[in-house]
């Protein structure tokens, strides 16, 4: 059973930092692109961070220079380094991944079971 399993999300206090971690398993091929959303209360699910298979980043404006993305393609496993919090930071937070089962055949979306981050001001 392929899954995305995420873990590291918690309480924090305005102007600390929290480590995402979201790992794959299961009978997969290879991954391309893996990513972080969010989603608030009554607010949509947004893109918080992407990172392709050659380690090519890119950020929502709002996290830019406090948030880091890195992914350890042997572990099948993305992660979001969160420092500087903000009281706005809390949510929700989805992994997503692209993942390809065989040669030849196209990436299917798959989507973890997401992680609370609570920041506290």
């Known amino acids: 059973q392929v899954q995305l399993v995420e873990s590291g999300g918690g309480l924090v206090q305005a102007g600390g930092s929290l480590r995402l971690s979201c790992a794959a398993s299961?009978?997969?091929?290879?991954?391309?692109?893996m990513g972080w959303y969010r989603q608030a209360p009554g607010k949509q699910r947004e893109l918080v961070a992407s990172?392709?298979?050659?380690?090519?980043?890119n950020y929502a404006d709002s996290v830019k220079g406090r948030f880091t993305i890195s992914r350890d393609n042997a572990k099948k496993t993305v992660y979001l380094q969160m420092n500087s919090l903000k009281a706005e930071d809390t949510a929700v937070y989805y992994c997503?991944?692209?993942?390809?089962?065989?040669?030849?055949?196209?990436?299917?979306?798959?989507w973890g079971q997401g992680t609370q981050v609570t920041v506290s001001s």
């Open positions: 990172i392709t298979r050659n380690d090519e980043t």
């Open positions: 997503t991944a692209a993942l390809v089962f065989r040669v030849g055949v196209w990436e299917e979306d798959y």
């Open positions: 299961g009978s997969i091929f290879t991954i391309n692109d």
